[in-house]
RNA sequence: CGGGGUGUAGUAUAAUGGUAGUACGCUGGCUUCGGGAGUCAGUGGCCUGGGUUCAACUCCCAGCACCCCGACCA
C-alpha cells in the first residue's frame, strides 16, 4: 500500500515513483534507470518542448560528452562551481590520458570553445544552440528524479551582439519554461531572479521558474542564466560590429531536466498515486472491461473508434479484476478512466472518472466528449496548483513569525530582504530556508528586511527547496 | 564527507549455530470479473572474503553495495 502523504512525504514520493511505474533504482549509485512509462512522460515533455525553443529561434546539435579539463578550467567561478561535482575520465583502455576528460556538468565550455570559430561578424549572430543529452553531476545526495548523478535535459546556448539582445534571450526563454510548466504541466510558478549566492557558476545573473510541491518545498522548474562576456573572454569570442570593431559576445545558456517529471508527482499527486496532466500523460484514457463478453467488445471497439487524436489504452488484462486495475491506473495517473460492462451496453451509455476528483459518472455515449473532460480536467490542475501556492504564500510581520511558518507549515514567504548575502547566509542557517528568488513582479513599495531590519524595497520569495 | 540503517527467491519480508519459511510475482489448470478475486499444482533464495566452530545464512572482522537523514546541487 501507498504512504500518506501527510505521513511521510518523502516515502510517499519514493512509493508513487516506483509503484507508477516512472523509474526505478539501478545497481549505480545514486543513478536511475527511467522506465519506458516514465520515458513516455519524457519524450512528451521534449516534443512540445522542442517545438517552444525552435520558437525561440535555437537549432538542436549535438557536442561531445567528454570536455577537456583545460576548457572548463577556463572560466574560474564557472570550474570553482563545478568541481566538486565533475566525474572524470583518467583513462583510454589500459592507458592513462595525457590530459583527464571532464563528463560534461553541463556544455558551455565545450560549446564555445567552438563558438569563438562560428562567430567573426555580427552577421553570424544571434547564434542559438540547443543540445538535448544527458549530463553527469556527482552529487551527494541522489533522490530520483530530482536529484540524480546522471540526469537527462536540454541546454539552450545563445550568443549576442549586446547585453539588452541576451537580457531579452535570457527572460523569452525564462517566459518559455513558465509558459511550459504552466500550460503543459499544470504546475503554476512564480519567474524571478536568483540572489548573487543562489546563481549559475559563471553567470552575470540567473533567472528561474521556481514552483510549489504539496510539502510546501519549492521546486526549481527551469532556469536561465544571463552569461554576460564572462565565457567570451575566456575563450575569446568575439565579432566585427558593423563598424570594424572587435566586440565580445553576450551569451545565455538555459535548461529543464528531467526533474521536471519529480515535480509533476509532487505538484499534483495525492494518496492514490500520481495525477498526469492530460497533455503530456503517455496515456490520457484507460478503458477497462468490466466483463470479457462479446457485446462488451463490441462497445468498447466502437468507443475506440471515436477516440480521435487521443492516447488511449484498452486494459484487456483477463487474470486482474476491474477493481485492481482501477487501483492500478489511478497510482500512474491516467486522467480519464472509462468503464464498459453489460449496463453500459445495455442502454448504450458510458461510465467515466476523471483522475482528480474520482466521482464515477455515467452519461449517454452521445454525450460523451473526451476531449472537454481533459481540456477541463488540464486547466483544473493548474487552477488547483495556483490556488496552493497562493494560499501557501505567507506575508510576516517578524522573523520569529517566519521562523514559525517555515517549520510547521512551509510554503513561500513574501518579504523583503536588504539585498545584504550575510543575512541570507543566516537566515539559511537558522531556518533552512533560501530566497528561491526577486519575483519579477514587484510592488515597489517600501519594507524592512526580515533579518536585519533594514530599510528596503526589494521583495523575494523565502522558501525551503529541493 | 559526517550520522544511521540494510544486504535472505523477481519483489517484500521471517526464523534459526545443525539441509531456509511466508506473502506477492511468475508458469499451467479450473472457477471468477461493477473498487486491489478464489482454488489446485509448479517455479525460485542466504552480497563477497577471511576468522571462530565438528558444523556459519546465523557469531566476529574486513570489504563491497544500496537505502535513509544532514552539508553540496538542476
Redesign the pocket.
Known amino acids: 500500500?501507498?504512504t500518506k502523504q501527510k505521513d511521510d512525504f518523502?516515502?510517499w514520493y519514493?512509493d508513487v515513483v516506483l509503484?507508477a511505474d516512472l523509474a526505478e533504482?539501478?545497481?549505480?549509485?545514486?543513478?536511475?534507470i527511467i522506465k519506458p512509462y516514465g520515458y513516455a512522460i519524457w519524450e512528451n515533455i521534449q516534443k512540445a518542448m522542442d517545438i517552444e525553443i525552435k520558437k525561440l529561434g535555437a537549432s538542436n546539435a549535438y557536442f561531445p560528452l567528454f570536455i577537456p579539463e583545460k576548457f572548463l578550467k577556463k572560466e574560474s567561478e564557472h570550474v570553482e562551481?563545478f568541481s566538486?561535482?565533475v566525474a572524470w575520465v583518467t583513462h583510454g583502455g589500459n592507458k592513462k590520458l595525457q590530459e583527464r576528460l571532464a563528463i560534461r556538468p553541463t556544455s558551455e565550455t565545450i560549446m564555445y570553445d567552438v563558438f569563438k570559430n562560428w562567430i567573426q561578424s555580427y552577421r553570424d549572430l544571434p547564434l542559438k544552440i540547443n543540445q538535448w543529452a544527458n549530463?553527469v553531476?556527482w552529487?551527494?545526495?541522489?533522490?530520483?528524479?530530482?536529484?540524480?548523478?546522471?540526469?537527462l535535459?536540454q541546454e539552450g546556448h545563445t550568443a549576442h551582439a549586446t547585453k539588452e539582445e541576451a537580457d531579452e534571450m535570457a527572460e523569452s526563454a525564462l517566459r518559455m519554461y513558465q509558459g511550459f510548466a504552466q500550460d503543459w504541466l499544470g504546475i503554476y510558478c512564480v519567474p524571478g531572479k536568483k540572489t548573487e549566492?543562489?546563481k549559475?557558476?559563471g553567470a552575470l545573473y540567473?533567472l528561474?521558474v521556481e514552483a510549489l510541491m504539496k510539502d510546501g518545498k519549492a521546486?526549481?522548474?527551469?532556469?536561465s542564466h544571463q552569461l554576460g562576456q564572462n565565457f567570451s573572454k575566456s575563450f575569446g569570442i568575439q565579432f566585427l560590429d558593423e563598424k570594424g570593431r572587435k566586440n565580445y559576445v553576450w551569451q545565455t545558456s538555459w535548461?529543464v531536466?528531467?526533474?521536471m517529471i519529480?515535480g509533476l508527482v509532487m505538484a499534483h499527486g495525492d494518496d492514490?498515486?500520481l495525477i498526469l496532466p492530460p497533455k503530456i500523460a503517455p496515456y490520457q484514457i484507460v478503458i477497462i472491461?468490466?466483463?470479457?463478453d462479446g457485446l462488451v467488445k463490441n462497445h468498447i471497439s466502437k468507443i475506440e473508434k471515436s477516440l480521435k487524436e487521443i492516447r488511449f489504452i484498452t486494459d484487456n488484462r483477463?487474470?486482474?479484476?476491474?477493481?485492481?486495475?482501477?487501483?492500478?491506473w489511478?497510482?500512474r495517473g491516467v486522467p480519464l478512466?472509462i468503464?464498459?460492462?453489460?449496463?453500459?451496453?445495455?442502454e448504450n451509455k458510458i461510465?467515466f472518472?476523471l483522475r482528480n476528483n474520482?466521482k464515477?459518472q455515467?452519461i449517454d455515449f452521445k454525450q460523451f466528449n473526451p476531449k472537454k473532460l481533459l481540456d477541463s480536467l488540464q486547466k483544473e490542475l493548474l487552477a488547483e496548483t495556483k490556488n496552493f501556492t497562493e494560499e501557501n504564500t505567507h506575508q510576516v510581520k517578524s522573523y520569529s513569525e517566519f521562523k514559525e511558518i517555515i517549520n510547521k507549515k512551509g510554503g513561500f514567504i513574501r518579504t523583503y530582504w536588504c539585498g545584504d548575502s550575510k543575512c541570507e547566509k543566516k537566515i539559511?542557517e537558522e531556518t533552512?530556508a533560501t530566497i528561491r528568488c526577486i519575483p519579477m513582479r514587484q510592488k515597489n513599495k517600501n519594507g524592512r528586511c526580515i533579518k536585519c531590519g533594514k530599510e528596503s524595497k526589494l521583495e523575494v520569495f523565502f522558501a525551503k527547496?529541493?
Not at 289 to 292: E, K, V
Not at 318 to 327: C, H, R
Not at 339 to 346: A, C, D, W
Open positions: 500500500m501507498l518523502a516515502k519514493n509503484g533504482y539501478s545497481p549505480v549509485k545514486g543513478c536511475m562551481g566538486p561535482q549530463i553531476r552529487e551527494m545526495r541522489p533522490r530520483l528524479f530530482l536529484r540524480t548523478l546522471e540526469f535535459w549566492a543562489e549559475f557558476a540567473t528561474s521546486l526549481q522548474m527551469g532556469t535548461g531536466s528531467t526533474r519529480g492514490k498515486g472491461p468490466i466483463s470479457q483477463i487474470q486482474q479484476t476491474p477493481g485492481w486495475k482501477f487501483n492500478e489511478e497510482l478512466r468503464e464498459i460492462g453489460p449496463k453500459e451496453v445495455k461510465t472518472v474520482l464515477r455515467t539559511q533552512k527547496a529541493y
